[in-house]
């Protein structure tokens, strides 16, 4: 009520003046009521901004591609360098080493000062990651030997553990070298019997295995500064590994990285090639419509019908992939040969659907030229959609390629891929978990940051949700 | 994974019609997902249905859950190893029960030549000789044989019976040589008997089979008569290819013999109860072996035919079976079980073969030298394999071949692979120059796809580049096209193996003779091939002997292979079960001499 009297309109005016008469200015007090104008794309990116999920999958992109393409300049390790030392090494595993000797094949005479005077099984030398040495006194009747190691202390005759090896004859000595831990281990020796067979009596010597490494070694992978310095028995660092190492000692980060030029060669180039002929296609279909329409669509589903896999490997077949050869350009022609229907049947429906709206037909009456429909409506109208369809056919395309590693039509060795280092993970997956987790890791993170992206940019790109806000 | 990959391929047309519709009814839901303050109405809808949907996702699971274990249930009733003992050990009735990797073909004797049969046969049959429990020739069904020149007589002993009663008699050997030789039986493994009088004549049907030297003088005595004199005639007739049949029986069952337990007669330590193919066969004790005091056993069952690891792993940590092979997965946890471990060396040698032919670079003899200069046989087999059982190999020759008084390779020794890497590069510079190269082009490998020649494969590229500077190209193929590709010479190394297929060296050393087809990069070197040929026809041991220790150094000399591992297996076996032998020749798995000890098994 008060304002309704105060506004000047209202209230009855007893004398005008000239005054009255002025103009106002611009220093109005009523706001300004109009949105900042908006295009298109800041509108999106304002909306995909306010999506979270999306955000944070675009972060993990942008730091995808970082760690594929800078991550290599930063990390400086040869992914096919293979450091026999530290096979299957777990993150964080402890890497100091005693410099040694290259080892030399042992007579079994030669013995170690500790063990001096020892009766029975012993160890006679010390002990390392590079051989463990046993000695005995020869047992009286004896036909030979049968050696055993365990992780566990022996608690009898049966739990001896993993025999290594049957010694035929007098022979009073045997050097182990197989797969030997940082760790210790129990030693078994069970004399044989004339004819070979195994008794009952057993000795058991303990072993403290520590790891070592040659001197040459030191020298060829560059681990100190001065190698002349170097003396046996010094304590040096051995490589860093942050991610551990594989089954042959390959650095597991610089492989990641690797296996990822890979990925998203495939991931973004194949479906970057396939959307833009299907765009094509379909646009060209849905426009020109009619019989040419009914021609493209009906190609379309005939290769739709194509059995994906079975195709993609009869590609590989055809294409001839010579030995050492990789199998990633035919597989990319393959998947862009067998792929872009799906996005050519999108975009001709959009299309359709877009020629029969008012405002086309409106500008066809003005008399529009078909290119100006096409540059004006036809492809900003559709745009979003095939983004859309982009980023939900990287995801694709990585998961096909790592598919296709993990069964062996991928990467020629030693290049790495996700999918065949998941495979080769996989063998070792009880013993060595980090193998497999961190290939298969990469492979689950890249593809649901691009699919919650896509998702993410459906929602922001999509027109008819700019008024919702 | 095969179906993951086909439902996302599957997804992707679909998914994109759901972005059309999603975009049509975007409009209501956008409201409700990004207004949440205001409640809309249809919120409660939505609420309420959710609800029901996980109501109904929980009731699937269930459902899905009880179909499991009623499948489960079902499957159990009607399983392989039902109305037989599930135990491995049955310690009331004697039964100890095992696998099978495979199922055999057939149990003919004429006809069969895979491991698995052969393994059942050792059980179920006997020939002239046998192996014993060290491994070791015995008489078996002929109680003494004699070899003079090319004339080889056996004596068979009065008690053997087939398990129908009948004796044993030299005229179901004749009978039995003769069938496998005729080309009508077709049998794979005839050429075992080529070394007999006519064998190869009569098996290609040039001669009647009457003409093959081998007679039944009367029903105990049997003379085989060689075609040249050879020294390790006796050593074969243990292979089950050499096995009697009864000729009566054999026409009785109009060709099937072989193919059920009840088509087949038995002069062995068991016979074959019953025989469900594809899942499992039953072993009793045959009371009509004539030397059936020295079986323990009363049964042995083959209630599981997989040669899944896993699978074994499990059967046998369920107690199901009484032995299974371990992979070094499973290594840690059995000795943290504390089961008793065994080893078995399995008699073969793996070796990398270079391609001698003139059109490869390979031919070249320094190439081949620097190549094995940097080889390091104990690197690869104790740091890249790593497996149990595994041993680094030497030479062409495994471990068990036996010299005139001990090891062969004590008796010719060889010196150690060392790797030196200075020596190698000398005499990779010396092949370059000698080929007229600047740099080696590339060198393809051609390799299997198992596990092993994965890993294998891969080290060998990094060695040869990183020490010489070779670069391997990896051809990997499965089983029967690298075969066709070693046919074919199609590869500059290949990753090979071979096994033993009768007990004398012999069957490694003339590997590499130039006529052998068995060697796919056809060396060739008359050298080599004269040693073969002393070796194939001396009777003198020494001399023999002698000649292998040539072809031994040749071979390394030469570099014909680079040798990479002898392969073996580490085996757990119940705690109860004593006994157990596992042959390089015969029954890899040998329960013949095995025996239950009930007292081993109160700490279990």
Sequence with gaps: ?469 | MLGACLAVRDDCPNRFYQIDRDMKQSESQSESTQSLPAQAPGDRLTQAASRQLALYAAIVVIALAAAMFGLNYLASLTSSAAGMSRQAVDVENNIITSYLREEPPQMNSLRSSDAVSSMVMAHVMEGLLRYDENSQLAPGVAERWEQDGSTVTFWLRDDARWSNGEPVTAHDFEFAWKTVLAPATGSQYAFLLYPILNAEAANNGEISTDEIGVEAVDDRTLVVTLETPIAYFDRMVAYMTFMPVNEAFYEQTNGRYGADADQMLYNGPFIMTSWVHGASMQLRKNPYYWDADRIKLDGLNYAHMTSDSNTLQNLFKDGQIAIADLTSEMLEEAMFQRWPLSQFMEGTTFYTEFNHRPDRLTRNLNLRKAMLLVHDPSELVNRVIKLPGYLPAETLFPRWVEGMNGPFREEYPLPPLQRDVEKAREHLQMALDELGLEELPPLVFLSSDTPVARIQSEYYQEVFRRYLGIELLIDRQVFRQRLEKMTAGDFDLVGAGWGPDYNDPLTFADLFASWNLNNRGRYSNPELDAQVRIAQSSLDPQERTDAFGEIHRIIREQVVIMPDYERGYVYVTDPRVKGIVRHVFGAETDFTNAWIDVDAGDDQ
């Design chain 1, 1 to 469: 009520m008060d304002q309704h009297l105060k506004h000047p309109t209202a209230a009855v005016v007893p004398t005008l003046r000239p005054t009255d008469f002025e103009a106002l200015g611009t220093q109005s007090a009523a706001p300004m009521l109009v949105r900042p104008s908006r295009s298109y794309w800041q509108d999106a990116w304002q909306r995909l901004k306010a999506n979270k999920r999306a955000l944070v999958s675009l972060y993990l992109v942008v730091g995808l591609i970082l760690f594929t393409f800078a991550g290599p300049l930063v990390w400086r390790v040869d992914p096919a360098l293979q450091d026999i030392d530290q096979i299957s090494l777990a993150p964080g595993a402890d890497r100091r080493a005693l410099v040694v000797e290259p080892f030399a094949a042992w007579n079994g005479v030669t013995e170690w000062a500790e063990s001096q005077g020892q009766r029975g099984l012993r160890v006679a030398d010390s002990p390392n990651t590079q051989s463990v040495r046993l000695k005995w006194d020869p047992v009286a009747g004896a036909g030979g030997y049968m050696v055993y190691r365990n992780i566990y202390e022996p608690e009898g005759r049966d739990s001896l553990g993993l025999p290594l090896m049957q010694i035929e004859g007098a022979q009073n000595y045997y050097e182990d070298r197989l797969d030997l831990q940082p760790e210790t281990y129990y030693y078994s020796l069970v004399p044989l019997d004339g004819a070979g067979q195994q008794g009952n009596d057993y000795q058991t010597v303990t072993a403290e295995v520590r790891r070592v490494i040659t001197v040459d070694e030191v020298i060829a992978r560059n681990l100190v500064d001065d190698p002349s310095a170097l003396m046996p028995g010094d304590e040096v660092m051995l490589a860093w590994h942050p991610l551990g190492t594989d089954y042959l000692g390959r650095d597991m980060l610089a492989r990641l990285m690797a296996g990822a030029q890979v990925s998203l060669f495939i991931g973004l180039l194949a479906p970057l090639l396939f959307v833009s002929f299907g765009v094509v296609y379909g646009a060209t279909a849905g426009f020109i419509g009619g019989r040419l329409d009914q021609l493209f669509m009906r190609f379309a589903d005939f290769v739709v019908a194509l059995p994906f896999l079975l195709f993609m490997i009869l590609f590989q077949v055809v294409f001839g992939i010579g030995p050492g050869e990789s199998g990633i350009i035919p597989m990319m022609v393959a998947l862009v040969i067998l792929s872009w229907p799906a996005t050519a049947r999108l975009v001709r429906g959009q299309i359709l659907q877009i020629r029969e709206e008012a405002y086309v037909s409106a500008a066809r009456l003005l008399g529009a030229s078909n290119k100006y429909l096409i540059t004006r409506h036809m492809i900003p109208n559709t745009l979003g959609v095939i983004l859309v369809t982009l980023t939900f056919a990287v995801p694709t395309a990585i998961f096909t390629e790592a598919f296709l590693s993990f069964i062996g039509m991928g990467v020629a060795p030693p290049t790495a891929s996700w999918g065949s280092m998941c495979n080769e993970g996989l063998k070792t997956m009880l013993t060595h978990p980090h193998e497999l987790i961190f290939p298969a890791a990469m492979i689950s993170i890249t593809v649901l940051a691009f699919n919650l992206l896509g998702d993410g940019l459906r929602d922001a790109l999509d027109a008819r949700m700019r008024s919702s806000e």
